[in-house]
T-cell receptor
Framework: GEDVEQSLFLSVREGDSSVINCTYT??????LYWYKQEPGAGLQLLTY?????DMKQDQRLTVLLNKKDKHLSLRIADTQTGDSAIYFC???????????FGAGTQVVVTP | DARVTQTPRHKVTEMGQEVTMRCQPI?????VFWYRQTMMQGLELLAY????????DSGMPKDRFSAEMPDATLATLKIQPSEPRDSAVYFC????????????FGPGTRLLVL
């Protein structure tokens, strides 16, 4: 996962916005993804963005993509306790659908 | 609603025993991935298939691991013989999109090898 880097931990207060950042290396990646993993569960696809887009919004989630800096971020508005989880950033790694995942960011939401 | 299923959900076995994990991909998905997740190594890709043919299994220890897709509705991952260092959560994911790049994960098989 060294090609995709994320900070390991984020603490946020309930009701605030969370911003999770990710940097990737492959400028030819067509898609970039955010997955959520709750304790004891599999990875849940949250959202993805096509590389020719700068922004994608889906309800409380906003994805921003800066291709020049190879930087991807996920903003969660009005963060809730149910948003506590590990969030993984991933980039498309080959033409067959292989993904390169980051190490994950543990998000803890405090009351 | 369509989802990836995996069996068993939990497995405890003794070192040296064979372990078989099964995955049913989402109907219509033609790309299947096997991952292993541990605290130390994070998420590792073991192998993946497209249209039932193996594309890449370089992430898998070849001497003890094998992955197959007997048909489009079943993928298997076998470990023989199992070792304590194989203890991990094993995830299967199936892919949609032109390249199978949008992956949907199963709930995982939690394996403990004693």
């Amino acid at each position: 996962g060294e090609d995709v880097e994320q900070s390991l931990f984020l603490s946020v207060r309930e009701g605030d916005s969370s911003v999770i950042n990710c940097t990737y290396t492959d400028s030819s990646s067509t898609y970039l993804y955010w997955y959520k993993q709750e304790p004891g569960a599999g990875l849940q696809l949250l959202t993805y963005i096509f590389s020719n887009m700068d922004m994608k919004q889906d309800q409380r989630l906003t994805v921003l993509l800066n291709k020049k800096d190879k930087h991807l971020s996920l903003r969660i508005a009005d963060t809730q306790t149910g948003d506590s989880a590990i969030y993984f950033c991933a980039e498309q790694a080959d033409s067959w659908g292989k993904l390169q995942f980051g190490a994950g960011t543990q998000v803890v939401v405090t009351p | 609603d369509a989802r990836v299923t995996q069996t068993p959900r939990h497995k405890v076995t003794e070192m040296g025993q064979e372990v078989t994990m099964r995955c049913q991909p989402i109907l219509g998905h033609n790309t299947v991935f096997w991952y292993r997740q541990t605290m130390m190594q994070g998420l590792e890709l073991l192998a993946y298939f497209r249209n039932r043919a193996p594309l890449d299994d370089s992430g898998m220890p070849k001497d003890r691991f094998s992955a197959e897709m007997p048909d489009a509705t079943l993928a298997t991952l076998k470990i023989q013989p199992s070792e304590p260092r194989d203890s991990a959560v094993y995830f299967c994911a199936s892919g949609s999109g032109p390249l199978g790049e949008t992956q949907y994960f199963g709930p995982g098989t939690r394996l403990l090898v004693l």
